[in-house]
């Protein structure tokens, strides 16, 4: 059965104290894994999408990394306004039509 | 500018009682799709459509009930089988096969 697992499931942090948050996943193939930012009450906003192992992009004070069974989300000099829960999801080919499968998500409180 | 509307943000149902949530894009994205959301458990999938008068069951459609009378609009409405509707409910929208999503605010709804 297809997994995405995140973790930890909170993560308080100092301002500029870095971190990163693990998405671990274990699916019959991967055609791309996705990271999102979620404010309270909203709807998630899209950061970033990772398509074979190696991968990194970087927007801001975040970067994203991929491996053949977990993704990275590396935070670097974190401030409050990054104060957010982050969402995985990835698709596979057997869902070339669209549907994402989601973790459950890491909530991160930037504290100054 | 382009993206989701959904309404209304917050939504009381009584007991017995059948909701429609409103949903409208647009992306001109052929593909959209309801998600449920709960605390401390990843989005699940509860309908998607990947084009008008389309749309197939994802795995939590138990309950709830689509249409796709238009590309623009996707309403959502939970009916009075489904036992527990108290959730934050989400609609996103693609384009098929494309990597990713574009989400909207989000309907809160609560059964009282």
Same mark, same amino acid.
């Given at each position: 059965?297809?997994?995405?697992?995140?973790?930890?499931?909170?993560?308080?942090?100092?301002?500029?104290?870095?971190?990163?948050?693990?998405?671990?996943?274990?699916?019959?193939?991967?055609? /791309?894994?996705?990271?999102?930012?979620?404010?309270? /009450?909203?709807?998630?906003?899209?950061?970033?999408?990772?398509?074979?192992? /190696?991968?990194?992009?970087?927007?801001?004070?975040?970067?994203?990394?991929?491996?053949?069974?977990?993704?990275?989300?590396?935070?670097?000099?974190?401030?409050?306004?990054?104060?957010?829960?982050?969402?995985?999801?990835?698709?596979?080919?057997?869902?070339?039509?669209?549907?994402?499968?989601?973790?459950?998500?890491?909530?991160?409180?930037?504290?100054? | 500018?382009?993206?989701?509307?959904?309404?209304?943000?917050?939504?009381?149902?009584?007991?017995?009682?059948?909701?429609?949530?409103?949903?409208?894009?647009?992306?001109?994205?052929?593909?959209?799709?309801?998600?449920?959301?709960?605390?401390?458990?990843?989005?699940?999938?509860?309908?998607?459509?990947?084009?008008?008068?389309?749309?197939?069951?994802?795995?939590?459609?138990?309950?709830?009930?689509?249409?796709?009378?238009?590309?623009?609009? @996707?309403?959502?409405?939970?009916?009075?089988?489904?036992?527990?509707?108290?959730? @934050?409910?989400?609609?996103?929208?693609?384009?098929?096969?494309?990597?990713?999503?574009?989400?909207?605010?989000?309907?809160?709804?609560?059964?009282?």
């Amino acid at each position: 059965e297809d997994q995405v697992t995140q973790s930890p499931e909170a993560l308080r942090l100092q301002e500029g104290e870095s971190s990163s948050l693990n998405c671990s996943y274990t699916v019959s193939g991967l055609r /791309g894994l996705f990271w999102y930012r979620q404010d309270p /009450g909203k709807g998630p906003e899209f950061l970033f999408t990772l398509y074979s192992a /190696g991968e990194e992009k970087e927007k801001e004070r975040l970067k994203a990394t991929l491996t053949k069974k977990e993704s990275f989300l590396h935070i670097t000099a974190p401030k409050p306004e990054d104060s957010a829960t982050y969402l995985c999801a990835v698709q596979t080919p057997t869902d070339s039509w669209g549907k994402l499968q989601f973790g459950a998500g890491t909530q991160v409180v930037v504290t100054p | 500018d382009g993206g989701i509307t959904q309404s209304p943000k917050y939504l009381f149902r009584k007991e017995g009682q059948n909701v429609t949530l409103s949903c409208e894009q647009n992306l001109n994205h052929d593909a959209m799709y309801w998600y449920r959301q709960d605390p401390g458990q990843g989005l699940r999938l509860i309908y998607y459509s990947q084009i008008v008068n389309d749309f197939q069951k994802g795995d939590i459609a138990e309950g709830y009930s689509v249409s796709r009378e238009k590309k623009e609009s @996707f309403p959502l409405t939970v009916t009075s089988a489904q036992k527990n509707p108290t959730a @934050f409910y989400l609609c996103a929208s693609s384009i098929p096969g494309s990597y990713g999503y574009t989400f909207g605010s989000g309907t809160r709804l609560t059964v009282v």
